[in-house]
């Protein structure tokens, strides 16, 4: 059982689905695809998959370690699996939203974001340094209260196959009561989105309730178009650019700034600096809120579009 893996059993469907939206695509939306886009996402999907095979094996070996000192033996009974569904994928929003809200955690996880199209093919744009910011940790929990890994492992795998069908415009809405508990692609677009109302919200894996829960959902909005990307675009289809752009843009900083706010580049959020000449997620939201109030105040106009994102510069 150790060797099931969801994801290598899902990868036909994959491709089948990308080639699928590709002919919706040309005849709905023909801006949803960008050749060298595609080639880079693809690229960074088959690089995070050698990555997996050179580098998991640490993250099984401390589960397996951890699995010593466990409380519970849980076993592989339905229910547990089921149990170990649902706690995995809570797991998974909060290493999710640690990966937004800690530069180090962001500096692996900015890949996934760094495409300003939004398709299938955007799901496989995946990190390859993911078992370095040791992430897996978050996971820990499950082992040491007794969940194996290989169930940890292929919970794991299943949620990530859901998630492929998310990363698409071709659906709109789900089922009133679908949306209310599930991630869905329009629950999704939004957390890829720069505008300032939809900057990190939405972190969920499967399960919406728990943004709604722990206060980080924000609905998509019809009136208000979702522009894609990063706050600072990547400019660039270069793909060790894309890889790692973020990784030398936060040793930059760590090199440049003072002794005492070194580890603050390190672990506070994406766009704090020590000068203040940036701006993290909070201060874009809060600034474009105050905007709004004032223009509802009839001070100034807003306009629905982002007024964030910069081309052609990297995060």
């Known amino acids: 059982m150790l060797d099931f893996s969801p994801v290598d059993y899902a990868i036909p469907a994959f491709v089948a689905l990308v080639l699928v939206e590709m ?33 998991g094996g640490a993250a099984l070996m401390a589960f397996f370690a951890a ?20 706690l995995d994928d809570l797991a998974y929003y909060w290493v999710h939203r640690t990966g937004h809200r800690v530069r180090w955690f962001w500096a692996s996880h900015v890949n996934h974001h760094s495409s300003q199209h939004y398709n299938l093919s955007t799901a496989l ?23 194996h890994p290989g169930m940890i492992a292929i919970c794991a795998g299943f949620n990530l196959v859901y998630q492929f069908w998310i990363h698409t415009e071709a659906v709109g809405r ?39 829960l722990f206060g980080t959902f924000e609905p998509e909005h019809a009136g208000e178009p979702i522009r894609y990307g990063i706050v600072r675009q990547l400019g660039s289809f270069n793909l060790l650019w894309a890889a790692f ?14 002794w005492r706010h070194k580890l603050s580049y390190l672990l506070r959020a994406p766009g704090w600096s020590h000068d203040a000449s940036r701006e993290t997620s909070d201060e874009m939201r809060a600034r474009w809120r105050a905007r709004k109030e004032r223009a509802l105040s009839g001070e100034q106009k807003v306009s629905n579009e982002n007024p964030i994102a910069v ?5």
């Not at 699995?67 to 649902?86: K, M, P, T």
């Not at 009561?177 to 989105?193: I, K």
């Open 23 to 55: 002919l919706w695509a040309r005849r709905h939306r023909p801006d949803a695809y960008e050749a060298r886009d595609t080639l880079t996402s693809l690229a960074l999907g088959l690089g995070s998959t050698v990555a997996g095979v050179l580098f």
């Open 67 to 86: 699995y010593e000192y466990r409380l519970l033996d849980i076993g592989w009974a339905w229910w547990a699996w089921a149990l170990c569904f649902v």
């Open 125 to 147: 744009r995946q990190t390859w340094t993911g078992a370095f910011t040791l992430g897996f940790a978050f996971k820990l929990p499950l082992v040491l209260l007794g969940f």
């Open 174 to 212: 789900m089922p009133r009561w679908f949306e209310a508990v599930m991630n869905t692609p329009s629950h999704h677009r939004v957390h890829h989105a720069t505008n300032p109302r939809y900057l990190d919200r939405n972190y969920a894996g499967v399960f919406i309730v728990w943004d709604k």
């Open 245 to 258: 752009h973020e990784w030398a843009a936060m040793l930059d900083d760590i090199r440049r700034a003072p």
């Open 311 to 315: 081309e052609g510069e990297a995060a």
